[in-house]
């Protein structure tokens, strides 16, 4: 029995050092679930699966040849779970949706678990490296890699001094965005014309420099311009 208490707190150990560091990079960078979050998931994970693996010490009594047990019916419930923890750090801010990659880096958190509570410790270290360079070395990969940008962009003028719509193609394309698709209206007070656009682009610091064109141009009304991401 005393072996048996060494193992479970060998899985337990392992299981709270794997979520610690995984958490450690997400409350770094400022993520709702960081630090603790991570940790337990790992955690609740690993004590989870070590209920199935122990089966037999919490069924005393009962003859070995009875018990059935299904490992993975357990893994299944937890990554269920995991799901609605998941969904709780996605959230939409504007247009953009953020907390995609805590969702994610919550549900290999579980799965590392999992292992940990099994005892599969080489794959289980192994994903914590991994997950940890993804979170990290990707990151930096990212921000140098060549993208295109989405901004929804609002124009609005007065109704009987707006600006034609080749005038705005020419301004806009030249600070290096072109218009994916545009849309025209007439505000309900009738005193407003506006365009409403998606503009593709490239070069994320040309933004700042349309907002300072559109702040000093004395014909436009009112302008939004927000920038889509995850």
């Known amino acids: 029995m005393e072996s048996d208490y060494a193992a479970i707190a060998v899985h337990l150990l392992g299981a709270l050092a794997a979520g610690a560091a995984i958490g450690l990079e997400r409350s ?12 337990l998931v790992c955690l609740s994970s690993s004590l989870l699966m070590l209920v199935t693996l122990y089966q037999s010490t919490w069924l005393p009594g009962m003859p070995a040849e009875t018990i059935r047990t299904d490992p993975t019916r357990m893994a299944q419930g937890i990554m269920t779970g995991i799901g609605f923890l998941g969904a709780g750090v996605i959230f939409k801010e504007g247009l953009s949706v953020r ?8 549900w290999m958190t579980a799965a590392i678990g999992v292992l940990m509570g099994i ?3 080489l794959p289980a270290v192994l994903a914590t490296a991994l997950t940890l360079g993804i979170l990290s070395l990707f990151r930096w990969i990212e921000r140098r890699m060549p993208s295109q940008i989405f901004v929804h962009h609002h124009l609005r003028f007065d109704r009987d001094d707006a600006v034609p719509e080749a005038e705005v193609r020419s301004m806009l394309e030249g600070h290096g965005f072109r218009i ?3 849309s025209y209206r007439v505000l309900d007070d009738g005193c407003s014309f506006e365009y409403r656009m998606v503009l593709r682009g490239t070069q994320t610091d040309s933004l700042p420099r349309l907002v300072d064109e559109l702040r000093a141009w004395k014909r436009v009304k009112s302008f939004q311009l927000s920038p889509t991401g995850d």
């Open 119 to 121: 005892g599969f410790y």
């Open 180 to 182: 994916a698709n545009i």
């Open 28 to 39: 770094y960078h400022a993520r709702p679930a960081g630090f603790r979050t991570h940790t």
């Open 99 to 106: 907390g995609l990659t805590t969702a994610a880096s919550i």
